[in-house]
């Protein structure tokens, strides 16, 4: 058994990577400031409360538990609050994450499997996209995730400090057992929002641009299960336990699907309409990204088992049914 520190282990990823580490006879330590996560979301293992971004308080959690990994998920996530709001995302993003990589450094260099995005591709030259494909963030958000990349690529040349880059696409989907999903009070994700309009429980589902120059005009995402994504975990932990060294990776369905697309599957998988508002494009969206996954099956034997778009929508719809009053 291992134990892993999981910062943001209260959030919606995280609360699925517990679970997975649970399930598989690690011992994950959530430590987590509450500011989105939900300490019910935490089952798997101890409630640390805390901010990253206190390097006091992380050394003690690295003192008391004596992990032998961090998986660092703890970050601002919001793109458009990132645009109009960038103070918090630097804080958390860069700061923080400094934070728990120095603190891992310090700690006889404790391995790292680190949260990065496909935000840090931005408006992306050619599809689908490669680990190789140029990094050109358009967001605050994406530009303080690289940051935390190369802070990563540094600390392994200088100090030998190892870690895996986990660069996720759009996560969707709840457990299928009903024990994890977003918790959050207000969703930004795209799926749960058309859910929830579909459903009469959340309010008209705003169509951000119409006039991209993709198929149907609108933006085209790559959507990736929770699931998945908790299962990648699991391996670059695996990999970096047994000593394998750095790897940076897309984690994604590896198709495009637009989201008038993600809408019509929804209408489908709910049997009800879900009414639309088109709105102008938002600031920070690029018009479409989607992944190019190989590298992940050839390095960790990972593939996106669960990501089949009506699969993802079910759970999240089951979920959502579930847990709204
Ligand atoms: P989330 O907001 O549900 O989880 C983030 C967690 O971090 C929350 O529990 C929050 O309380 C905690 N946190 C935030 N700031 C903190 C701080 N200063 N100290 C301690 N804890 C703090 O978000 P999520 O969707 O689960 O995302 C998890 C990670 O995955 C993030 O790093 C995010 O950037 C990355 N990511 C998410 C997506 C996605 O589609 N959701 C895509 C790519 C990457």
Redesign the pocket.
Known sequence: MSIVLV????????SHVCKALAASSHLPVT????????AE?VRWGPLEQ????DTGWLASMFERHRPDAVM??????DVSASVSDPSPCY???VG?TLAVVDAARRYGNCPIVF?????IYGNAPGLPVTEDTQTAPVSP?GAT?LIGEHALQHYRVAYGLRSVVL??????GADPDGEAG?R?ATTT?AIPKAIRAALGIGPTFLLFGTDYSTPDGSAVRDYIHVVDIADAHLRALDRLLSGGDNLTLNLGGGRGISVLEMLKAVETVTGRRVPVEPQPRRAGDPSALYANVDRAAELLGWTPRSSDIRTIIASSAAWIEKTSD
């Open positions: 910062t943001g282990g209260a959030g919606y990823i995280g430590c987590d400031n509450l500011s989105g996560g939900k979301a805390g901010d990253i971004a660092h998920l703890a970050a601002h996530a804080a958390t993003n923080g949260s990065s995005t496909c935000a958000y995730k660069r996720y696409f759009n996560a969707a977003e959050h994700l």
